[in-house]
């Protein structure tokens, strides 16, 4: 084990930021964490080990006892509920032969309830060591235990039981043509940064999390901060139950989120960005690495970017399970290793963020639309909408909806 989290810390450069992602690898190895493996980090990242065991028992999905080499969550929302979630849950647990909460004698196989997995539309849904679960019924849930008790490798399921739909019902200008990658940089550096924030202002963008604040306006208090090392981070912990609007957007339209960011970073002067995204979108997180990794050959991330001698890179943080860290101040202590516990404000994060440091924090959508912005200006967004909301906003509906 000693060798294990050695190599982990190892491949982390012995950041303590970069705890969250330390606990996962070790817990997909060992299906918890160990007391050792805790003592072996406290002394190679130089921190307490209390302090690694509160961050432990802060988020969800992160066991200081052991569970199931098959962990099985099921989403209790209301959506799931309304499709027949709580009988589901009984006959699964009746199959498996254990109670909610429990692991097997065998230590095979744990069950428990989950909050909402961003599967509202294609519930009664859940996670089976950590990778989405859809359209559960009692056929399917009849096949899963069926693989457990044969202990055939989650890779090695039906890729059926893992399949997501975006499902949009209506696409409108915002959905139906996207820009190419690449674009909205190459608007932004023709037109001249000033000039594009200007666009944004014009645009009445405001926040697409919830908070509504005018994304011009907290780009631009972020630009004139005294310090020059500034951080872009998407906040894609959608935890609201009934919402996965940001599931679909990075699913299908990531490149457009990347280039919002980078053009965040291009306007305010960042060499680095986050995408914090929630524990529950594993499914996401190898298919965003290779979109980024294509940006990266396109010139569209890393040094020089376009020639324009922009410097910046994207870096996925993943999440553990805390409805708390959708709150930006309470995700950036996230970001740092820390509970996602939110800070007293003021400061606000464009002037004391990530370590402390200038940071721009804006939802999937906001950063979608600002790339949009940069290629057709400002004039066009705020034309659409109502006098005092300006632009289109997308909306996440599911449950018992007339269509």
């Known amino acids: 084990m000693k060798e294990f989290v050695q190599n982990l810390v190892e491949k982390y450069d012995f950041q303590s930021v970069r705890l969250l992602p330390l606990l996962r690898d070790i817990q997909t190895q060992y299906h918890f ?3 050792d493996a805790i003592e072996h980090l406290a002394d ?5 080990r209390t302090q690694i065991i509160s961050v432990i028992e802060f988020y969800s999905f992160f066991h200081l006892q052991a569970r199931g080499q098959y962990d099985i969550l ?25 109670e909610i909460g429990e692991v097997r004698a065998d230590g095979l196989v744990s069950i428990d309830n989950t909050s909402c997995s961003g599967m509202c539309d294609q519930g009664p849904a859940g996670l089976v060591n950590g990778y ?20 055939v490798p989650v890779n090695e399921w039906p890729a059926v039981f893992f399949s997501t739909t975006d499902n949009i019902y209506k696409r409108n200008i915002l959905l139906e043509s996207t820009i190419t990658p690449g674009d909205a940089l190459r608007s932004a550096f023709a037109r001249g940064l000033k000039e594009t924030l200007h666009e944004v202002d014009v645009s009445g963008l405001r926040g697409r999390g919830g908070a509504g604040f005018s994304t011009a306006m907290k780009w631009r208090f972020c ?36 280039e919002g960011m980078t053009l965040c970073a291009a306007v305010i002067g960042a060499q680095q960005g986050f995408l914090y995204l929630r524990g529950e979108y594993l499914h996401l997180f190898e298919p965003l690495q290779q979109i980024l990794q ?9 040094n020089n970017i376009l020639e324009s001698g922009l410097d910046f890179d994207i870096e996925i943080r993943l999440g553990a399970g805390a409805y708390i860290c959708g709150e930006e101040s309470a995700l950036i202590e996230s970001l ?4 996602g516990i939110p800070r007293n404000r003021p400061p606000y994060p464009v002037t004391q963020g990530y370590l402390q440091k200038p940071t721009v924090v804006n939802n999937v959508e906001t950063f979608f639309v600002a790339a949009k912005i940069a290629v057709v200006g400002g004039q066009a967004f705020a034309d659409l909408g109502t006098k005092k909301s300006k632009g289109t906003k997308l909306l996440s509906i599911s449950g018992d909806c007339l269509r």
């Open 294 to 302: 294509a940006r990266r050959e396109q010139a569209l991330l890393g």
């Open 336 to 339: 740092e290793g820390k509970r």
């Open 132 to 151: 989405v679960l859809t359209n559960l019924n009692r056929p399917r849930i009849d096949a899963i235990v069926e693989l457990v008790n044969q202990q």
């Open 74 to 98: 099921i989403s209790d929302s209301i959506t799931d509920h309304m499709l027949g979630k709580p009988a589901l849950m009984a006959y699964f647990c009746e199959k498996l032969g254990i």
């Open 223 to 258: 630009s004139e901060e005294a310090e020059t090392e500034r951080y872009v981070v998407c906040n894609a912990d959608e935890g609201e139950p009934g919402t996965f609007k940001d599931r679909v957007l990075l699913n299908s339209y990531a490149h457009q989120v990347f």
């Open 44 to 48: 190679l990242l130089h921190i307490e």
């Open 33 to 35: 964490i160990p007391q």
